[in-house]
T-cell receptor
Framework: SAVISQKPSRDICQRGTSLTIQCQVDSQVTMMFWYRQQPGQSLTLIAT?????????ESGFVIDKFPISRPNLTFSTLTVSNMSPEDSSIYLC??????????FGSGTQLSVL | SQQGEEDPQALSIQEGENATMNCSYK?????LQWYRQNSGRGLVHLILIRSNEREKHSGRLRVTLDTSKKSSSLLITASRAADTASYFCATDGGEYGNKLVFGAGTILRVKS
């Protein structure tokens, strides 16, 4: 199993600003995943972050809006850029183990005013 | 896009009763997993069932998989107030490859 520390746990931001979310894993992992959960909805994969290469984004998500860094095998950041109220969501990072199970950070609850 | 659709959307039961949640999916899968989410926080893995398995148990949890009907069910027996949470199924395989695709989730409330 993996232990993931994610911060901040919540934030209230103004429209037009950016927020960077950090994720620290207690072991080295090849891939880290970033999900968005809009209010009352399920999880949607934003992108997969691989160390040493650009993140792979899912349909509907672009690097300019959600830049991701992956400087090493235990850390990643997701930035939500030029925020609008529609970006209000829970953002979750996760990693997968050899048994295909996902382990999640505790999430970042973002509210954009 | 979402692969799994769950029903009911919400379920309210008394402590001690059993809770059953269902998940349906559209394409072939390799595995189906169930996760629990408390109060909008991070998800916790509950159980994984492979496409060649029909039933799996873990403590008070029982999961069934019917690939002919493309459906799965999660049964929580002797529910407790602490089971109050949202429950999501997630599948991988088929057109989605190794990516996990989550269903819409069932909100379970267990009243004490």
């Amino acid at each position: 199993s993996a232990v993931i520390s994610q911060k901040p746990s919540r934030d209230i931001c103004q429209r037009g600003t950016s927020l960077t979310i950090q994720c620290q894993v207690d072991s080295q992992v090849t891939m880290m995943f970033w999900y968005r959960q809009q209010p009352g909805q399920s999880l949607t994969l934003i992108a997969t972050a691989n160390q040493g290469s650009e993140a792979t984004y899912e349909s509907g998500f672009v690097i300019d809006k959600f830049p991701i860094s992956r400087p090493n095998l235990t850390f990643s950041t997701l930035t939500v850029s030029n925020m609008s109220p529609e970006d209000s969501s829970i953002y979750l990072c996760s990693v997968v183990d050899l048994g295909l199970k996902l382990f999640f950070g505790s999430g970042t609850q973002l509210s954009v005013l | 896009s979402q692969q799994g659709e769950e029903d009911p959307q919400a379920l309210s039961i008394q402590e001690g009763e059993n809770a059953t949640m269902n998940c349906s999916y559209k394409t072939s899968i390799n595995n189906l997993q169930w996760y629990r989410q408390n109060s909008g926080r991070g998800l916790v893995h509950l159980i994984l069932i492979r496409s060649n398995e029909r039933e799996k148990h873990s403590g008070r949890l029982r999961v069934t998989l019917d690939t002919s009907k493309k459906s799965s069910s999660l049964l929580i027996t002797a529910s407790r107030a602490a089971d109050t949470a949202s429950y999501f199924c997630a599948t991988d395989g088929g057109e989605y490859g190794n990516k996990l695709v989550f269903g819409a989730g069932t909100i379970l409330r267990v009243k004490s």
